[in-house]
């Protein structure tokens, strides 16, 4: 089974900072790497896909990925305290279903 | 992104009841959708794979004849949480796939007294 292996955290950013989320994965073969943001008591909600190597922008958001190095990351501009969540990297096994991490907390303070 | 809903959004109920949790993709069709319970400050675990007009496909150790799961349609998969017990107390998610993506509804959270 494909392992993904996140620091749990918590991360702790000042308002305004940039937050680095970072995620390894154990398959090789992986074609498709997701983040989703979870709110405390609530379900998940995709921010982020990702396919091929190098940036993906969203808005604030910018996915990041090195297929060689195994390696997904997040980074998030001008943290908001809005954006303290948990941050799950998740990446698609057979079957279609998805194999998640353990999640980061963020904090940002203001 | 797609949007899927789930009703109800919490339940109370007596133990030993059952408790059926409707899962519905509201703007697209899902052959396959995915049920997951997440336990408080634990990670999502995945329980089983919804596909329409099959059987279910269990996760190990999930037991099919407590969890019953059914996709009558390409727009609604339901869970039914049968003799439940407190134990069973959690946030029962759901999730379907639309272009490659998969996106969850607002989650269902059952109290079992």
């Known amino acids: 089974q494909k392992e993904v292996e996140q620091n749990s955290g918590p991360l702790s950013v000042p308002e305004g900072a940039i937050a680095s989320l970072n995620c390894t994965y154990s398959?090789?073969?992986?074609?498709?790497f997701f983040w989703y943001r979870q709110y405390s008591g609530k379900s998940p909600e995709l921010i982020m896909s990702?396919?091929?190597?190098g940036d993906k922008e969203d808005g604030r958001f910018t996915a990041q990925l090195n297929k060689a190095s195994q390696y997904v990351s997040l980074l998030i501009r001008d943290s908001q305290p809005s954006d303290s969540a948990t941050y799950l990297c998740?990446?698609?096994?057979?079957?279609?279903?998805?194999?998640f991490g353990a999640g980061t907390i963020l904090r940002v303070k203001s | 992104g797609a949007v899927v809903s789930q009703h109800p959004s919490w339940v109370i109920c007596k133990s030993g009841t059952s408790v059926k949790i409707e899962c519905r993709s509201l703007d697209f069709q899902a052959t396959t959708m995915f049920w997951y319970r997440q336990f408080p400050k634990q990670s999502l675990m995945l329980m089983a794979t919804s596909n329409e007009g099959s059987k279910a496909t269990y996760e190990q150790g999930v037991e099919k004849d407590k969890f019953l799961i059914n996709h009558a349609s390409l727009t609604l998969s339901t869970l039914t949480v049968t003799s439940a017990h407190p134990e069973d107390s959690s946030f029962y998610i759901c999730?379907?796939?639309?272009?490659?993506?998969?996106?969850f509804g607002p989650g269902t959270r059952l109290t079992v007294l």
């Open positions: 999730s379907a796939r639309d272009s490659g993506e998969q996106f």
């Open positions: 990702i396919y091929s190597n």
């Open positions: 398959d090789r073969v992986s074609q498709s």
């Open positions: 998740a990446v698609p096994e057979y079957g279609n279903k998805l194999v």
